[in-house]
DNA sequence: AAATAGTTAATAATGATTCTAAATTGTATG
DNA sequence: CATACAATTTAGAATCATTATTAACTATTT
């Protein structure tokens, strides 16, 4: 679990201004025993019931948008109201639970190698998600 | 390419009164000689060119709904501010050209086949989509 | 300590999608 | 065909996640 020094010094090589309210979401994301997806309104729920401090909607989506472009974060495509992210940002795929509307990662091990056999002139590859959905079996 | 009477009876059988609207849409999406992806909005605007009757935004998304209920269409799974269809049912996968926010399919025969082994307890597998995002190479 | 650029926060704006309720239409029935 | 009734369409309002705006605040540099 780093310490709130380490967040400082992260955010600063990130030329990101370690402000109080990025310090406290650094901790809400990455001091947990384990990786996690979440949505905006998932994240801002965390912050009131762990903060002593409230941060404005407008900065908890400033902030985990300037995450995710550093690499902090990963962003997951799902069709859904609300946009899903990661904190997980190893190379890793995802179930999809239609009944919870909650992400479960599906590690590289747990599927055969994906390999694209295929590709589009003048275009690279720039990531390659499987999503599965999956639903209660009735 | 179907005529206006097979479009009829494709409704009814399915329980959709065949009305005006429908039969549009119908013509609009399965009258092409491809398969192809498209928005809401999209899709509207080709309406407005081909039609000499206008049709309600309600109604392009009521339709396009139930067509997707009764497996007519696939929706397809990015982030996006923007909900994507495709008029290409069967089984396949997709590139998402970031630049030009367009899909392009990715057949099974484009890449090595998909083999889920882990699984969710008590939970079914409904669908394996892969989105492959590219972007210009420069 | 002052200057400056970066950041926050309240609030407004946006835009895709869904909802509402009244008018219209398709279909079954006599 | 005429009538009845449920299904559908429609315009417009409402919703809601996200983004934009901008004045106040803050971290950093000088
Ligand atoms: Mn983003
Ligand atoms: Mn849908
Ligand atoms: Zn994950
Ligand atoms: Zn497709």
Same mark, same amino acid.
């Given at each position: ?8 010094e @992260?955010?600063?090589?990130? #030329? ?7 310090? /406290?979401?650094?901790? %809400?994301?990455f001091?947990?025993d384990k ?13 009131? %019931? ?7 909607l407008?900065? +908890?989506? #400033? ?6 472009? @550093?690499?902090?974060? /990963?962003e997951?495509?799902?069709?859904? $109201? ?5 904190t997980?940002?190893? #190379? ?6 239609e009944?919870? @509307?909650?992400?479960?990662d ?8 994906? #390999? ?9 590859? @720039? $990531? %390659?998600e +499987?999503?599965?959905? +999956?639903? %209660?079996d009735?």
């Open positions: 679990m780093p310490s709130s020094i380490e967040y400082i @992260k955010l600063r090589k990130s #030329n990101l201004r370690p402000t109080k309210q990025r310090i /406290k979401i650094c901790e %809400v994301l001091n947990a990786t996690f997806h979440f949505t905006i309104s998932d994240l801002a729920k965390m912050i009131e %019931v762990n903060a002593n401090q409230k941060i404005s407008a900065t +908890v989506y #400033n902030t985990i948008h300037a995450f995710e472009k @550093k690499g902090y974060l /990963k997951i495509a799902i069709n859904s $109201s609300q946009t899903y992210f990661d997980n940002t190893s #190379n890793h795929h995802h179930f999809f639970d009944k919870e @509307k909650e992400l479960i599906l590690e590289n091990d747990g599927l055969d190698p994906i #390999n694209i056999k295929k590709n589009i002139p003048g275009k690279i590859i @720039k $990531s %390659v +499987v999503l599965v959905k +999956v639903d %209660v009735k």
